[in-house]
């Protein structure tokens, strides 16, 4: 399924997400990706901001992208996003199983967190809400489909995670489910 301007969202680690760099502003998202249409801006708290963009039915159907310094530093995949690809391969397509298996098949490895988030150290990106204590939520579940998300991170921003939460992270391979 592609989406409504026919481009897709190709993840590359550390770098961004299709025509979308890590590093730029508002405005450079928008020239890169001027299908995406109006956002709204939401004042973080800490000196970021989070540009976010609703459709008719207040759903997101777009990325999320968090900026520190007016500078892309953190993007949001959620699970209604059409046309996420990885190495050339449908994560869109995939189920909760299908998509942590495949991105630890990619990675190589896997590391869990004491709030189930997952995290793939070699392509920078954490996925949360759709791993828990009872396994899998299916991506339909509407708690998966509101919180559950893949985020990319640029390097600095990756390096302050790891350093913040790698003491509660332990190795895990869902390869064997």
Known sequence: ?????????????????????FGMTPAEVLRARPDLGPSELVDMGYGG???VRLDNNDAVSKPIFDYRDRELYLIHL?????DVYLNG??????DSKETIQFLESVNG??????????TFTRLGVCVGGIYC?????????????????????????FLRHMERNSHTMKPITFLND
């Not at 399924?1 to 760099?21: A, T, Y």
């Not at 490895?109 to 997952?118: F, K, M, T, W």
């Open 49 to 51: 901001w989070r540009e």
């Open 89 to 94: 391969n449908s994560i869109s397509k995939l």
């Open 1 to 21: 399924m592609r989406s409504e301007s026919g481009k897709m969202w190709n993840i590359v680690p550390f770098v961004g997400v299709g025509d979308v760099k």
């Open 109 to 118: 490895s896997a590391l869990i967190e004491a709030n189930y988030d997952v």
């Open 133 to 157: 204590s009872d396994g899998y939520r299916d991506k339909t579940d509407p708690v998966a489909l509101w919180n559950g998300y893949i985020a990319l991170v640029d390097t600095a921003a």
């Open 78 to 82: 959620g699970w209604d996003i059409a």
